[in-house]
C-alpha cells in the first residue's frame, strides 16, 4: 500500500541554524501539506500546496517558512532559522485532491525536530 | 473558522468492550468532512475513518463506527470490541477546504 515517506526521522539543530526537512507523498495525489504538533498538544496545520503553488497557510507559517516541491516527488519544508519553539513533530500528508471536504489527507511518520 | 471540541482527554475501556469517544464541532461551511486519525505511542497519524457531512448514513470501518449527528454537531467515534492494541491518541479532525483542524484528542486505554 502506498504510504507517504519523510526523512530524516529526527533531526537536532542549533538556534538560528536552516533545516530543511523531506517528505514524499503518496504519487497520484495532487495536494500536499505540512503540520506540527508541539510536543503533548493538538495537531496545527501549517500549509497546503496544490499545482507548485501554496494553497492555504496558517498564522503560524510566518517568513521563516517555506515549502518547495523541486522534482516530481519530493515536497520540503525549509526553516530559515530556527528558535526554540520550532522544536515540534512535523508531520507530511498527502490528499487525492477532491476539494469538497471528502478528501482524506494521509500522514507520513513524522520527523522529529529538537531546537537546541 | 472551525472548531473542534474533544472533552474527554482520557478514557479507560476493558478489553472486548465497546468504547465511544466524543467530538463536537462548529462550522459555518455547509459541505465540511470529518475524520478520526489513531496516534499510537509511536508518534505516527493514521487514519481511520471518514463521515461527509452530506452522507446519510454513519460510516463504518470494520470494527471503528462514527455516530454522526449533525444537528447536534457531534462526531463521535464508537470501538467495537477493544483490543490493547487501540491503545493510543485518538484525534478528530475537519476539513472544510484544504485544510485539518483537529481536536485535542483524547487518550484510550485499554486495560487486559
Known amino acids: 500500500e502506498p504510504e507517504v515517506t519523510q526523512t530524516p526521522s529526527h533531526q537536532v539543530t542549533q538556534m538560528g541554524q536552516e533545516v530543511i526537512l523531506r517528505c514524499v507523498p503518496i504519487?497520484?495525489?495532487?495536494?500536499f501539506y505540512w503540520y506540527r504538533q508541539i510536543l503533548g498538544q493538538k495537531v496545527e496545520f501549517l500549509v497546503s500546496?496544490?499545482?507548485?503553488?501554496?494553497?492555504?497557510k496558517s498564522e503560524i507559517f510566518d517568513d521563516q517558512f517555506s515549502v518547495e516541491r523541486p522534482d516530481g516527488s519530493n515536497f520540503t519544508l525549509k526553516i530559515r532559522s530556527t528558535k526554540l519553539e520550532d522544536s515540534a513533530m512535523y508531520f507530511c500528508?498527502?490528499?487525492?485532491?477532491?476539494?469538497?471536504?471528502?478528501?482524506?489527507?494521509?500522514f507520513g511518520p513524522g520527523t522529529r525536530l529538537t531546537v537546541l | 473558522a472551525q472548531k473542534i471540541t474533544q472533552t474527554q482527554p482520557g478514557m479507560f475501556v476493558q478489553e472486548k468492550e465497546a468504547v465511544t469517544l466524543d467530538c463536537t464541532y462548529d462550522t459555518s461551511d455547509p459541505s465540511y468532512g470529518l475524520f478520526w486519525y489513531k496516534q499510537p505511542s509511536s508518534g505516527e497519524m493514521i487514519f481511520l475513518i471518514y463521515q461527509g457531512s452530506y452522507d446519510q448514513q454513519n460510516a463504518t470501518e470494520g470494527r471503528y463506527s462514527l455516530n454522526f449527528q449533525k444537528a447536534r454537531k457531534s462526531a463521535n467515534l464508537v470501538i467495537s470490541a477493544s483490543q490493547l492494541g487501540d491503545s493510543a491518541m485518538y484525534f478528530c479532525a475537519m476539513d472544510a477546504g484544504n485544510m485539518l483542524t483537529f481536536g485535542g484528542g483524547t487518550r484510550l486505554m485499554v486495560k487486559p
Open positions: 500528508a498527502s490528499s487525492p485532491g477532491t476539494r469538497d471536504g471528502t478528501d482524506t489527507q494521509y
Open positions: 504519487s497520484n495525489h495532487l495536494y
Open positions: 500546496f496544490y499545482n507548485n503553488e501554496i494553497s492555504e
